[in-house]
């Protein structure tokens, strides 16, 4: 037989236990407090232990005695700036009197080798050396001399320290005597 | 409709009450997350850089070792005289005067008369900036002698310093003519760079300022010509 309603819902609430509820509630919270605890404790330990492992990796990767080693190094070389200084200027000289010495050309040596074999009866009249170019007008009373002068430059052109040897002209003066030639050289 | 929730005092008291064992927890989880992200993450990563540079500076310290070495055996006295040598033979200004004397000794060795001489120094008030070329100073000369007197005149010059360059011979039958360049370079500024080795002076350099130092210059006020005393010529080596 079925009982009423009311009397059904009053059996009910006889049966719920409040307290029971509240415990389950409470444990619930303790659990969840102790489980951020742990976490909090947990992150604490994480960062302090990743906090000395990244100070023992510092000083392994990078120890202070390279660093003392480099200061030191840096401020005994700091004494010797001055030196330092020095030898750089010096080396730029070098290189650039060493560029100098290489392009300059000794004209003396030229003139000399030109003249080495040039007879006493043969006058110079005029001599343009311009670069690589010579211009020479030289003078004689007889062509001897001149012919023999010409053979020493064709045994420099031989001897290929001359590349090109005209000549330009060769003249005599009936009022003086004196046969006149000029050349242009190329060295 | 839309519903309002006022919050008083009480009710955050009360939540206060409620939830206060979970602040502090909560607090320093989020400090260390903080702590992580912002601080420990980045500085893993910078181990990376810090070990790229611990390799460069061992590197560096070796570097600095034998530059330090370098310099420590060179002597004062002897890169002075180096650089002085050097800096005569190549002027980094325009050094008329040491033209000047120049000029004359080679012509007193010669035994050649400078009739007439003109120089084209220009302007004298701004130092010359570019570093990377050289600059010189064109003489033309007059001067009175045979072609014998004049190759004399031209050896003496070749052979003097500061270093010049005839580039052109103009002999004629009253006067000779010689163009000659007078080169100076300014230095350029010196920047010190501590990863960067130093060189001594190599051997084909030594060569240059042994033969430089047998050129004639003169050296403070008296013009020594070569093998003269050696008092006053300052041999580098």
Redesign the interface.
């Known amino acids: 037989m079925q009982l009423p309603l009311d009397l059904q819902l009053e059996d009910m609430t006889k049966d719920i236990n409040f307290l029971t509820i509240k415990n389950i509630q409470k444990k619930k919270a303790r659990k969840g407090l102790r489980n951020v605890r742990v976490a909090a404790i947990l992150s604490l330990i994480l960062v302090v232990l990743l906090s000395a492992a990244l100070f023992y990796l510092n000083r392994k990767i990078y120890p202070q005695s390279l660093k003392n080693e480099r200061d030191s190094l840096l401020k005994g070389l700091s004494s010797f700036r001055n030196r330092e200084v020095k030898l750089a200027i010096s080396s730029n000289r070098i290189e650039n009197i060493s560029e100098l010495l290489n392009k300059r050309v000794d004209y003396s040596k030229i003139v000399s080798k030109f003249f080495e074999k040039k007879p006493s009866q043969i006058n110079i009249d005029s001599l343009r050396i311009d670069k690589k170019t010579i211009l020479l007008t030289i003078s004689s009373n007889s062509l001897e001399p001149i012919n023999e002068f010409i053979d020493g430059l064709i045994e420099l052109g031989q001897k290929k320290e001359i590349t090109v040897l005209l000549l330009d002209s060769l003249s005599l003066s009936e009022a003086s005597g004196t046969y006149s030639v000029s050349f242009t050289v190329n060295l | 409709m839309e519903k309002r929730v006022t919050i008083d005092i009480n009710t955050l008291k009360f939540l206060y009450e409620r939830q206060k ?2 602040i ?3 607090i ?2 989020v400090v ?2 903080i ?2 992200l912002k601080f ?1 993450m980045p ?2 990563q910078a ?1 990376f850089t ?2 790229r ?2 390799k460069k ?2 590197s ?2 070796n570097v ?2 034998n ?2 070495n370098l ?2 055996n ?1 002597s ?1 006295s002897t ?2 005289s ?2 002085q040598i ?2 005569v ?2 002027p980094t200004n325009k050094d008329f005067i040491g033209i000047i004397d120049a000029i004359s000794y080679a012509s007193s060795v010669a035994g050649v008369n400078v009739a007439e001489f003109q120089l084209q120094i220009g302007d004298l008030s701004q130092a010359p900036t570019d570093t990377s070329a ?1 600059s010189s100073i064109s003489l033309n000369l007059s001067v009175n002698g045979s ?2 007197d ?3 005149f ?2 003496a010059l ?1 052979t003097t310093l500061p ?1 010049s ?9 009253t006067s000779s003519t010689v163009a000659i360049n007078f ?1 100076y ?1 300014p ?2 500024p ?1 920047t ?1 760079n ?1 990863a960067t080795p ?4 190599p051997n ?2 030594l060569t ?2 042994n033969k ?1 130092s047998n050129f004639n210059y003169k050296f403070s006020s008296s013009f020594e010509p070569i093998n003269s005393s050696p008092s006053s010529v300052i041999n580098p080596l």
């Open positions: 064992a979970f502090i927890p909560v320093v989880i260390c997350f702590l992580l420990i500085q893993f181990l810090l070990g540079e611990a500076d061992s560096r310290i600095l070792k530059n330090l310099l420590s060179l004062d890169l002075d180096q650089v050097l800096t033979a190549l050289f072609v014998d004049i190759n004399k031209i050896k070749y270093l360059e005839v580039t052109s011979i103009g002999v004629g039958n080169s370079k230095l350029p010196v010190y501590d130093i060189h001594p002076i084909s350099g240059l300022i430089l």
